[in-house]
């Protein structure tokens, strides 16, 4: 039984490599990953499949950028070639990015089974192109695998059946677990971030990721938002590994973040985790850092006005700040002080949610997994 692993951006990789990890570990179930090219990333190279202890892709599929329409179908065309010519038994789509939208819909009207990672995820927001990916991409799965409380009550409001609904934990921490025991037996001294760790005084600093359009493509939200971060970075220093688009916006719109605040260039995944996982706090705009510092207990501080991943404040170590500077300076002043939420990891966010996908897609699919499979 051959089962299509779709990956089309970065992220995306983290989420399948502990599944490729866990099908590696039986033989029931055979995969393909399928790398669809949507976001094409020079760090992507053998180190970084290394890094996350799987093959490079079976597939690249280079379907490049472009509007959302024009990307999504040319993943839509390259995809159905494949799905035609050998006919996989099932398509593991993983997240909300164009090519989970764009291969379940290509493997349904194939009728081939659909599985999504992550799903039920809800922002609310139909302004963020995630969002519509994820409402289509749960309208026709057949499988939906859960992190979260919260994602499983907006199936069941959707009315999935509940058979096809499994609450497995997420594959995220089991990616961010296994690469932070990796850590802990890896040599820093040559990353970048290690060089800035030790520089700072006392060990404290902190960590900024900004990516979002609506923070950063428009000026006066993103000066807001920098005005935030220049008066926290007075009090601790802060380093902000800086996306391709974030930078060019800062040197378009002219935002001033101070001498205190260190710009990197985009982090390969180990040397980015050295550095967040002992910041003071983290201030980002990212859904997978959301839950990859409640995952370890990282104190964070969500620049946005919503989010999908509602156990993370609920549970974790997250706070929900907004955009407004009040409130960021707010929230990590509390952290800076010690008097910051005391968080705890989720109910089965336990490093195994991967061995629970591919015990229930064996099941499903009619053939036995071994026993330390976790159903």
């Known amino acids: ?34 790398h ?29 950028g472009g509007s959302h329409a024009q990307q999504t179908a040319k993943i839509m065309v390259g995809f159905e070639e494949l799905c035609v010519a050998e006919r996989p ?21 194939l009728a081939i089974p659909v599985a999504h990672v992550e799903a039920g995820l809800r922002s609310g927001d139909m302004a963020m192109p995630e969002e ?30 509940d058979a096809a609904v499994h609450y497995v934990g997420h594959v995220m921490v089991d990616n961010v677990l296994y690469q932070a025991d990796k850590l802990s037996r890896t040599d820093t001294s040559s990353f970048e971030t290690g060089a800035f760790k030790a520089a700072q005084a006392g060990g ?57 605040v260190t710009l990197a260039g985009p982090q390969a995944y180990m040397a980015f985790l050295n550095l967040w996982k002992d910041a003071a706090v983290v201030l980002t705009d990212s859904g997978g850092l ?4 409640t995952a370890l207990g990282v104190p964070c501080v969500t620049i946005r006005e919503n989010t999908e991943r509602p156990v993370t404040v609920d549970e974790g170590s997250n706070v929900l700040a907004g955009t407004d ?11 800076l002080a010690g008097q910051g939420k005391q968080g705890r990891r989720p109910h089965l966010w336990d490093g195994r949610a991967a061995e629970r996908i591919v015990a229930v897609l064996a099941r499903e699919l009619g053939v036995a997994a071994p026993e330390s499979l976790a159903a």
């Not at 051959?2 to 399948?16: E, S």
């Not at 164009?98 to 349904?108: D, E, H, Q």
């Not at 026709?140 to 199936?155: C, G, Y």
């Not at 220049?230 to 040197?251: D, G, M, Y």
């Open 1 to 34: 039984m051959l089962i299509y692993l779709v990956a089309g951006a970065r992220p995306n990789f983290m989420k399948i490599a502990p599944i490729v990890r866990a099908l590696q570990a039986q033989d029931a179930l055979s995969y393909k990953i399928i």
């Open 36 to 64: 669809t090219g949507q976001h094409y990333d020079r760090e992507m190279n053998d180190v970084f499949f290394e890094e996350l202890g799987i093959p490079q892709p079976d597939v690249f599929m280079a379907a490049g």
């Open 89 to 109: 038994d099932a398509v593991l789509v993983v997240g909300d990015v164009n090519s989970t939208l764009a291969c379940s819909v290509v493997a349904k009207k």
């Open 132 to 161: 519509i990916n994820r409402l289509v991409t749960d309208s026709i799965s057949d499988w939906f695998f859960v992190t979260e409380p919260a994602a499983l009550e907006h199936l069941r409001r959707e009315g999935k059946p």
């Open 204 to 260: 404290r600093y902190g960590v900024v990721t900004l990516h979002r359009p609506s923070n950063v493509d428009e000026p006066a939200t993103f000066a807001r938002i920098a005005g935030a971060l220049k008066e926290i970075a007075q009090e601790l220093p802060l380093i902000f590994p800086v996306h391709p688009r974030t930078r060019a916006n800062i040197e378009k719109f002219g935002i001033d973040l101070g001498p205190n």
């Open 290 to 293: 959301q839950e990859e510092t």
């Open 325 to 335: 500077p009040e409130a960021i300076l707010r929230e990590a002043r509390k952290i």
